[in-house]
């Protein structure tokens, strides 16, 4: 089993409407969790950053983390074309001498005009 | 306030030699990390720097690896170069500290092709 786990994609969805992007990961010590976003041939960039079990809202993002199930979601509201991208999910593990940010091979997203 | 600044941007090396990749974090920051990308892998992480301390590392073999200095820039080596170790190469740097759960943020790579 994959440490932490997204679907390849491609997701596709028509302008305007909500994308669901989800992950699953594995390690229950798991504490912090980010989503990034990567357009093609650049390198990843901080969309938001969760903490706490619940939703945490930034302008037409909310990610959103249920620890109890392992699973972190990005919603991405009036999807725009300019959203397409691969989106990684990353999740920092604390423990022992490790303290590694591990990341999702990433979902990619394709908004359509 | 600058961004993570890695140089050079591309790389182009044969089979046998070695090469040395270069990241400046954002200032403030101490903790620099490293990553392979590739198509097929995703981000896989090589190593964690903080304070001139390797902190964390990879499952990559020992032709990897890497340095910092009391500036806080560090430095990635890869010896006897081989095709498989074409790919992007991304630094990221963080505020760091034990514990720490600040964000990465990563500079633009290092997109290295060996031939």
């Known amino acids: 089993q994959k440490e932490v786990e997204q679907n390849s994609g491609p997701l596709s969805v028509p302008e305007g409407a909500i994308a669901s992007l989800n992950c699953t990961y594995s390690?229950?010590?798991?504490?912090?969790f980010f989503w990034y976003r990567q357009y093609s041939g650049k390198s990843p960039e901080l969309i938001m950053s969760?903490?706490?079990?619940g939703d945490k809202e930034d302008g037409r993002f909310t990610a959103q983390l249920n620890k109890a199930s392992q699973y972190v979601s990005l919603l991405i509201r009036d999807s725009q074309p300019s959203d397409s991208a691969t989106y990684l999910c990353?999740?920092?593990?604390?423990?022992?001498?490790?303290?590694?940010?591990?990341f999702g091979t990433g979902t990619l997203l394709a908004v359509q005009p | 306030k600058a961004g993570v600044t890695q140089t050079p941007r591309y790389l182009i090396k044969t089979r046998g030699q070695q090469v040395t990749l270069s990241c400046s974090p954002i200032?403030?920051?101490?903790?620099v990390s490293w990553y392979q990308q590739t198509p097929g892998q995703g981000l896989q992480f090589l190593f964690e720097?903080?304070?001139?301390?390797?902190?964390n590392k990879g499952n990559f073999p020992g032709r990897f690896s890497g340095r910092q200095f009391s500036n806080s820039r560090s430095e990635m080596n890869v010896s006897t170069l081989e095709l498989g170790d074409s790919a992007l190469y991304l630094c990221?740097?963080?505020?760091?500290?034990?514990?720490?759960?600040?964000?990465?943020?990563f500079g633009d790579g290092t997109r290295l092709s060996i031939l």
């Open positions: 200032s403030g920051h101490r903790s």
């Open positions: 969760i903490y706490s079990n």
């Open positions: 990221a740097s963080s505020l760091g500290g034990v514990g720490s759960n600040q964000p990465q943020h």
């Open positions: 990353a999740v920092r593990n604390y423990g022992g001498a490790t303290n590694k940010l591990i």
């Open positions: 720097y903080f304070s001139e301390t390797q902190r």
């Open positions: 390690d229950r010590v798991s504490q912090s």
